[in-house]
Nanobody
C-alpha cells in the first residue's frame, strides 16, 4: 500500500509564504511524477503544479512566478514553495503521485488527505 502525507499548511497573511511538503511511503517500485492540486470551497479540484521524476514541471497560470515545485526522488518527497500568497490561494492542497507499486507493472494514482492553506489578514 502506498501513502502520501502532506504537511506545512496553515494561516498566512497576504504576501506571505509557505512551504508544503509531501512524503510518499509504502511498497513503491517507481514514482513517475508528483504534484499538488487544490480545492477551494464551492470549486472543483484544480492542478496547481506537477513535476516528473526527470524534473519537467507544469504550473497553473494562476501560480506561475509565485510557486515552485521540487521533487526529491531519492526520498520520495515533493515540495511546493508558495510565495506572494493571495486570498485566492486559500484552499485545501492535496498531494498526488503517479506511482508503480512493487510487484505491479502499471501506474496508479495516489492522493494525500490534504492540508489547509488559508491566506487572510
Amino acid at each position: 500500500q502506498v501513502q502520501l502525507v502532506e504537511s506545512g499548511g496553515g494561516l498566512v497573511q497576504p504576501g506571505g509564504s509557505l512551504r508544503l511538503s509531501c512524503a510518499a511511503s509504502g511498497s513503491i517500485s517507481r514514482i513517475d511524477a508528483m504534484g499538488w492540486y487544490r480545492q477551494a470551497p464551492g470549486k472543483e479540484r484544480e492542478l496547481v503544479a506537477r513535476i516528473t521524476s526527470g524534473g519537467s514541471t507544469y504550473y497553473a497560470d494562476s501560480v506561475k512566478g509565485r510557486f515552485r515545485i521540487v521533487i526529491d526522488n531519492a526520498n520520495g518527497m515533493v515540495y511546493l514553495q508558495a510565495n506572494s500568497l493571495i486570498s485566492e490561494d486559500t484552499a485545501v492542497y492535496y498531494c498526488h503521485a503517479d506511482v508503480v507499486p512493487l510487484g505491479s507493472s502499471r501506474n496508479f494514482n495516489v492522493w494525500g488527505r490534504g492540508t489547509q492553506v488559508t491566506v487572510s489578514p
